[in-house]
């Protein structure tokens, strides 16, 4: 069925999560970044959030923003062909354990693409003290869905911001192991659980030809190679990571990732990359990552 523009400004109700340590550490390990900003609780300044981490607190939004456009046309077999194809977040300040996050989705943009229909959702994350700490913008493919009906007199603007400018010319390309056991330890440490990427009958029915890794780890691991070596580990730096998903990547298989040299724009710094799998297919494209620079005063809450 199609899904309706009436769904344009529509909201999910908002989902809190108490952060600990046990969560954050694990997050990280998930990822084998073992910097002492993540690990080490012995540090004076306690530890903080992979720079990712928000993705955690809003795959039950995403979850819930399905079910908001089932109730708009989209039938539960049209909801399992929902690929997530964009992802741009916006980093306010760094979690950090002892938080308590509230997360919430809005439609804001559906436009009709060659492949179905293109969904964009914004996910506010804010604190117990009613602070914006991660707004992402996550983009969503429904293939071979339709798009009826007009949206909604009130209809919300969609704001979404483009991606900044940056030339990827390769200074450095970085192989990383992806280890047969990595997407089931990233869903468990993440608590990110979707079926395709750890059950592999699930997979395979889903026309899938294996189990394959979470976009987010991918992206995920992706930044921690950028954080340790062009923002000297101080994960702090980190304002922006953005993306878009491509090819699938397996386990167990060598994830290679392309970084661009940081190019200044606005006052900030913006590293560009891309990463491939092993088969030479691009796993991610016109990665970006945003930063400030070294001599900025660290924004780790």
């Not at 929902?82 to 509230?102: C, E, I, K, N, Q």
Request: negative net charge; charged residues 20%.
């Amino acid at each position: 069925m199609p899904i309706n523009r009436a769904a344009l400004g529509q909201q999910t109700g908002t989902y809190s999560h108490p952060v600990d340590a046990r969560w954050t550490m694990a997050y990280a390990a998930s990822l084998g970044d073992t910097a002492a900003c993540y690990l080490d609780t012995t540090r004076s300044d306690g530890v903080v959030a992979h720079p990712l981490f928000s993705i955690c607190p809003e795959w039950p939004v995403a979850l819930a923003s399905r079910d908001l456009l089932r109730e708009n046309g989209l039938t539960m077999d049209e909801q399992r062909r929902a690929v997530h194809a964009t992802h741009d977040s916006h980093v306010l300040r760094l979690v950090r354990p002892g938080d308590v996050l509230h997360t919430q989705a809005t439609v804001i943009g559906i436009e009709s693409r060659r492949p179905g229909a293109f969904v964009t959702e914004r996910f506010d994350t804010i604190d117990q003290h009613g602070e914006l700490v991660a707004r992402t913008y996550h983009g969503m493919l429904l293939l071979g869905v339709d798009i009826v009906g007009e949206p909604p007199a009130e209809g919300i603007a969609a704001i979404v911001p483009t991606a900044p400018e940056a030339r990827l010319e390769p200074v450095r390309e970085q192989a990383i192991a992806i280890e047969p056991q990595l997407a089931h330890t990233y869903s468990e440490c993440a608590r990110i659980w979707n079926p395709v990427h750890t059950d592999r009958a699930v997979a395979l029915a889903a026309g899938l030809p294996d189990i394959i890794l979470h976009g987010s780890a991918t992206l995920a691991l992706a930044v921690s190679s950028i954080v340790a070596h062009e923002a000297g580990e101080e994960p702090a730096r980190i304002c922006r990571i953005g993306g878009e998903f491509r090819g699938m990547v397996f386990l167990p298989s060598t994830l290679r990732v392309s970084v661009g040299a940081p190019q200044e724009s606005a006052g900030v710094l913006v590293v560009p990359f891309e990463a491939f799998n092993d088969r030479g297919e691009a796993a991610l494209r016109h990665g970006h990552i945003t930063l400030t620079p070294p001599s900025d005063k660290l924004r780790d809450g």
